[in-house]
Every structure is written in structure tokens, then in C-alpha cells.
């Protein structure tokens, strides 16, 4: 991502703007890659069948899966475990 992208994520949400950033790539990827990334309130990887909601105690990101989307994603990208 270019330095523009970030400032305008990020001025984004100064405004109150809810972010979710979005990519085909697999989950180890999207979670290696999670701390270099805007802040955000949603991750999607895998093309949206794993989605990651963020939330920030002490000042750091963590990642919570959205289980249930992921059960409901299972038919149509496999399970968690065949793609991780």
C-alpha cells in the first residue's frame, strides 16, 4: 500500500468512517501481513470466506475470527483447517 493510502485510511477514521480491508490472499498471509496494514474494524481474507474483526486493548490489534461466517463459508471454500 502507498503512503497516500494509509493517510486517507486513516483520515478516514478520524471521521468515523468504518474501514474493512479486503484480499483474496489466505489467512497466514492476512495475519502476518495484519500489523503492517491500516487500522481497521474487519478483515477479509480468502476472498470474504474468513472475516477478522479487530480489537485494540492496550494499543494493539488483535484479530477475532467471525465463526459463524466461517461455518456457513465452509460448503463453498472448505473448512478452516483444509485452507489455513
Known amino acids: 500500500m502507498s503512503a497516500r493510502t494509509y493517510e486517507l485510511c486513516a483520515t478516514l477514521r478520524r471521521a468515523g468512517v468504518r474501514l474493512a480491508i479486503l484480499t483474496g490472499a489466505r ?19 480468502e476472498n470474504g470466506g474468513r472475516i477478522f474483526y479487530a480489537s485494540a486493548p492496550g494499543g494493539e490489534t488483535l484479530l477475532r475470527e467471525d465463526i459463524e461466517w466461517r461455518a456457513r463459508m465452509d460448503a463453498a471454500c472448505g473448512s478452516a483447517a483444509e485452507v489455513s
Open 27 to 45: 489467512t497466514g498471509t492476512l495475519l502476518q501481513r495484519a500489523p503492517a496494514l491500516p487500522a481497521a474494524d474487519a478483515y477479509a481474507a
